[in-house]
């Protein structure tokens, strides 16, 4: 607001309530205002804390195995290795969420020749008579 525009509402005010009133009036309104503000910035703050606080414990929780997902990618540390590597003035081993697996970590071992080589005794010559009535 400008100079004018301030200078015709005060203008305008003391027209409408006098200049006993004026004063008083200026004081509630002024109140009224500490009050709307004070209210506005305790929304505003619990809003900002209520959006905020979960992002923060979701990055606290995501810097670490970042870091350590960048690191290798830059080469600082092998893939498939401890990173205790990329951390050369770390004199303590790696816990063992920073170790990465590869490829044959994933990779299933290949069948046996006999699938049914690996099961008790018992139990495979029960399964062969039980195919042999079937027949």
Known sequence: MSFTE???IVFVALI???????PAIARSLGKMVYQARRIWNSLTSEVKN???TPAELWNEQVKEPLET??????GRA???KSTA???PNSSEPAPEADLLLSYDDLVPPPPAENPLAAL???LVSGLAKEDEKTD
């Open 120 to 122: 008790p005794p018992g």
């Open 78 to 80: 092998a893939p498939g």
């Open 6 to 8: 301030i200078a015709l």
């Open 85 to 87: 590597a990329a951390r």
């Open 16 to 22: 409408v309530f006098g200049p006993e009133d004026l």
């Open 69 to 74: 997902a960048r690191s290798v990618m830059s």
């Open 50 to 52: 209520v959006w905020e």
